[in-house]
């Protein structure tokens, strides 16, 4: 089966950076939908960034974009988050996830949940 492992998580202070790391095992599909997604005590998960292994579908939540770059590399056995410019705000529990295709998540709509079936534990933030 398909297994998602973030990695990278900590404490940074605020203005800083951080870079996460989420490692992909198992058949997935040719091409697929990674995102990243964020939740803090009290709130629903939210989806921040997502980008599709065919390319050119990359997006990002009006509440990062401008500091935070999604990416994967070339075997698209690895999915990366970098935060620059870190806001406390910003704290909270970081999960990765994927799709098979090309799903809506992918394309923009982030309300937009169906086929996002694979998802890791989470890495915690903490922006103080």
């Known amino acids: 089966h398909v297994q998602l492992v973030e990695s990278g998580g900590g404490s940074v202070q605020t203005g800083g950076s951080l870079k996460l790391s989420c490692a992909v095992s198992?058949?997935?599909?040719?091409?697929?939908?990674m995102g990243w997604f964020r939740q803090s005590p009290g709130n629903q998960r939210e989806g921040i960034a997502a980008v599709y292994t065919g390319g050119g579908d990359e997006h990002y939540a009006g509440s990062v974009k401008g500091r935070f770059t999604i990416s994967h590399s070339s075997d698209k056995k690895n999915l990366y988050l970098e935060m620059n410019d870190v806001k406390p705000e910003d704290s909270g529990t970081y999960f990765c996830?994927?799709?098979?295709?090309?799903?809506?998540?992918?394309?923009?709509?982030?309300?937009?949940?169906?086929?996002?079936?694979?998802w890791g534990k989470g890495t915690q933030v903490t922006v103080s």
């Open positions: 198992g058949y997935l599909y040719a091409q697929y939908c």
């Open positions: 996830a994927a799709g098979a295709g090309r799903t809506l998540y992918c394309r923009g709509d982030f309300h937009q949940l169906y086929g996002i079936d694979y």
